[in-house]
């Protein structure tokens, strides 16, 4: 025999190079499947990512505002209860130039004094409840008697009794006031 006897037959290595493109052609698909499903997953885990992300930052801006408010709402309530015990002594301060001022005393201290007090209260911004003549506001006013004037509309303010403030927007003190009402029975309760 000759050496084309040990050779292998044409037809037979060309079905071998089929199964094995066959086979190449398999592993490839599925090394591409794979691939895919794996770039699938791992856009998902972005996307989940992401998203968290994205939540924890809304938490934490939503709590900066809400620490930010707080804040100012501590600051603001200091403020207001300091400026009601100022407004007392302010009240006495006012009352005693008006007793000294009838006796016709001498008052230019007392007036440098009060002088200086409205300065601060308007550097904090701290401005009075305009009453009298005003429609009774319970937001505003508090009422604490009530008289008959058949001149005047209900719940017309016709004595304000103690001035009352606002701050940042804010009812610090309500006005004291004496209302009307024009006719019908007066109940005390």
């Known amino acids: 025999m000759s050496n084309d006897d040990d050779s292998i037959p044409v037809n037979v290595i060309?079905?071998?190079?089929?199964?094995?493109?066959?086979?190449?052609n398999n592993n490839e698909?599925?090394?591409l499947e794979l691939l895919q499903n794996s770039l699938n997953e791992e856009k998902q885990k972005s996307q989940d990512l992401e998203n968290k992300l994205k939540?924890?930052?809304?938490?934490?801006?939503?709590?900066s505002k809400k620490t930010q408010s707080d804040i100012?709402?501590?600051?603001?309530?200091?403020?207001?209860q300091f400026m009601l015990e100022f407004l007392n002594i302010y009240d006495d301060?006012?009352?005693?130039?008006?007793?000294?001022?009838?006796?016709?005393?001498?008052?230019?201290?007392l007036d440098s004094i009060v002088k200086n007090m409205d300065s601060l209260l308007a550097k904090y911004s701290v401005a009075p409840i305009d009453a009298l003549g005003e429609i009774f506001d319970p937001n505003l006013h508090e009422a604490i008697s009530i008289v008959n004037d058949p001149k005047l509309d209900d719940n017309t303010i016709v004595k304000e009794i103690r001035k009352g403030y606002i701050s940042q927007?804010?009812?610090?003190?309500?006005?004291?006031v004496e209302i009307s009402k024009k006719h019908g029975e007066i109940k005390n309760d």
Not at 55 to 63: E, F, G, R, V
Not at 72 to 80: A, F, H, L
Not at 93 to 109: H, L
Not at 169 to 176: A, C, D, F, H, T
């Open 169 to 176: 927007n804010r009812v610090i003190r309500p006005s004291l």
């Open 29 to 31: 698909e599925i090394s």
């Open 93 to 109: 301060f006012k009352r005693a130039k008006e007793a000294f001022s009838k006796n016709d005393e001498n008052t230019k201290g």
């Open 14 to 24: 060309s079905e071998n190079e089929t199964i094995s493109e066959e086979k190449d």
């Open 72 to 80: 100012e709402n501590g600051i603001n309530n200091k403020i207001s």
């Open 55 to 63: 939540h924890a930052i809304a938490d934490y801006q939503n709590l």
